[in-house]
């Protein structure tokens, strides 16, 4: 079955430090990908997407993921971190083949900034 | 553009009572979806909609009934709440696309707690 995986379910970076968290996806053809983020008792919004194309993208608030097919991760990045991106995370994944091409959900990632 | 609301944000329930909860969005999004959201286990998926009058379910649909008469509208029955029904809710929406690539916009969620 297709999954996604998200490593570490908590992290903490100090302000103005790099921000990475992490997502793996199985699958054989290339899916889409989004980051998705959760501000506290608020819905979820979109970061950004990765569809085809530019393997780099870039998304709202400054940050950015990598599509690496050959380590089927999609990475999200942020190169400073600032206390207002403390909030859940969570990486997304459709599929590329097959006939249920359902959105794949990671369990999220909770990032907390520290000053 | 008020995008995707619910009603209501917070409701307490006894065990057995029954509620509905609903979803408005006015994007002319033709498809939906419910899922909820309990700590450590991300986002299930319990009902999605492909259009108006159509239903299906998802991971979790046990215990819970949807309805989608009208396109805007997509509501989540509870018939006879239980305690493992506390949760939070959260209704999304895309516009139809080929391949899944559409991002979802979510509600800001009902949170729901069933003594």
């Known amino acids: 079955a297709q999954s996604v995986t998200q490593l570490g379910s908590h992290v903490s970076v100090s302000e103005g430090a790099l921000v990475l968290l992490r997502c793996n996806y199985s699958s054989s053809v290339p899916p889409y990908l989004f980051w998705y983020v959760q501000y506290p008792n608020q819905g979820l919004q979109l970061l950004l997407k990765?569809?085809?194309?530019a393997t780099l993208v870039k998304g709202i608030n400054g940050f950015e993921a990598e599509f690496k097919k050959s380590e089927t991760s999609f990475h999200l990045t942020k190169p400073s971190a600032h206390m207002s991106d403390a909030a859940e995370y969570f990486c997304a994944v459709v599929p590329g083949s097959g006939n249920n091409r359902k959105l794949i959900w990671g369990l999220g990632t909770s990032l907390a900034v520290n000053p | 553009n008020a995008g995707v609301t619910q009603t209501p944000k917070f409701r307490v329930l006894k065990t057995g009572q029954s509620m509905t909860l609903l979803c408005a969005q006015d994007?002319?999004?033709?498809?939906m979806y419910w899922y909820r959201q309990d700590p450590g286990m991300g986002l299930r998926l319990i009902h999605y909609?492909?259009?108006?009058?159509?239903?299906a379910k998802g991971e979790v649909p046990d215990g819970y009934n949807v309805s989608r008469l009208k396109k805007q509208n997509f509501l989540l029955g509870l018939e006879s709440a239980a305690p493992s029904q506390t949760s939070v809710y959260f209704c999304?929406?895309?516009?139809?696309?080929?391949?899944?690539?559409?991002?979802?916009?979510f509600g800001n969620g009902t949170r729901l707690t069933v003594t």
């Open positions: 994007m002319n999004h033709e498809y």
């Open positions: 909609s492909v259009g108006e009058g159509t239903t």
């Open positions: 990765y569809t085809t194309g």
């Open positions: 999304a929406s895309t516009v139809r696309a080929a391949g899944g690539n559409s991002p979802l916009h």
